[in-house]
């Protein structure tokens, strides 16, 4: 039997799945999320999504938004989720640490005596979760999710415009707006089949990136006029201190693909953000390549991260000052392989 059919009978046998996705939570973790979750309700199912942290405000307008529960803010309503749950599904990441610090624990004590699902495309997924369907070249969990609902029959069943739009923003916003480069002829072909489902696209493209509050603006201005730039290695990076994100109100969802700016400049390959996130006891960074360099093996190596080969994440426990010194000193070590010489 093959993964999918075997993912398809779990779903099936399971009366109270539980969805659990990453902590800082993207439209592709929420898509995939919300459109399963919407088919399996209309399936009869008892459904709860959990998210770590807080959805960020430019896709809280999406269908169903309003069912995900929020664990940092009801962490005894996500502890019950857990207990009630007889089937738990790990939807767009690899390992539980990805849930951070309050969920991971309940998942951990989950994989002891719950059923696991994994759907996810990212690379290495814990070996723990017998039942994972991990394909890291796919553009999008939501794609993968899309082809699970069309080869299962669900989506010609139950779905609706509603899971078209859940699943139309999981792709596009994973693609970068279908520009990376896992984007492929199936992936178009998904897109074609929801917005025929009713995916008003024009719409979803607004509300996700034509709705910045005048202060998210202004950060992304101070990143870019900030921006450093590394000419002889085709690189840059961008930081983002604590009192930076103070000054401009910073929510979550406001640092979100401010990262890909820093590629738009001509013959650059690689480009890194450093985020100091208030509430948190470490630094975030966020990398981003064009062609062959690897920044899924660079997190790795430097910044215990990963990820994909063209976009990763990493961390620092060091302050800011010695944080970008690392970085510098590992953007040197690969300068020419960055910059392509």
Excluded at 14 to 20: F, H, K, N, S, T
Excluded at 310 to 328: C, H, Y
Aim: proline residues 5%.
């Amino acid at each position: 039997m093959d993964i999918i059919s075997q993912i398809d009978r779990k779903l099936t046998q399971a009366r109270r799945p539980l969805i659990v996705i990453h902590m800082h939570p993207d439209g592709d973790a929420l898509g995939s999320a919300l459109a399963l979750a919407r088919i399996l309700r209309k399936e009869g199912k008892d459904v709860q999504i959990v998210s770590p942290d807080a959805i960020p405000d430019f896709l809280q307008w999406m269908p169903d938004m309003d069912t995900v529960l929020q664990a940092d803010r009801h962490p005894d309503q996500a502890r019950q989720a857990f207990r009630q749950a007889d089937l738990i599904v790990m939807l767009d990441h690899n390992k539980p640490s990805r849930t951070g610090d309050l969920l991971e624990p309940m998942v951990e004590e989950a994989l002891k005596d719950k059923d696991f699902v994994m759907i996810d495309h990212h690379l290495e997924p814990d070996p723990r979760i017998p039942l994972a369907w991990s394909l890291p070249g796919m553009s999008s969990t939501a794609e993968m999710v899309y082809d699970f609902l069309k080869q299962t029959g669900r989506l010609q069943r139950h779905g609706d415009p509603q899971t078209a739009t859940q699943l139309y923003t999981g792709i596009m916003t994973d693609t970068g707006s279908f520009r990376f480069g896992t984007t492929t002829g199936d992936t178009h072909r998904a897109i074609a089949d929801l917005i025929d489902m009713g995916a008003d696209n024009e719409n979803i493209h607004v509300r996700v990136f034509d709705t910045f509050s005048y202060d998210k603006l202004q950060l992304l201005a101070h990143a870019l006029q900030n921006m450093k730039y590394l000419p002889d290695c085709g690189a840059t990076y961008m930081v983002l201190d604590k009192p930076t994100l103070e000054k401009f109100n910073h929510r979550p969802g406001y640092t979100e693909g401010i990262v890909n700016y820093g590629l738009s400049l001509d013959g650059v390959n690689f480009t890194a953000l450093i985020k100091e996130l208030p509430g948190l006891d470490r630094i975030r960074l966020s990398f981003r390549s064009k062609g062959d360099f690897d920044v899924n093996r660079f997190a790795r190596r430097y910044f215990e991260g990963g990820g994909h080969k063209n976009a990763a994440g990493g961390q620092s426990f060091d302050d800011i000052p010695t944080t970008v010194r690392r970085l510098e000193e590992a953007i040197r070590q690969h300068c020419r392989e960055i910059a392509g010489k």
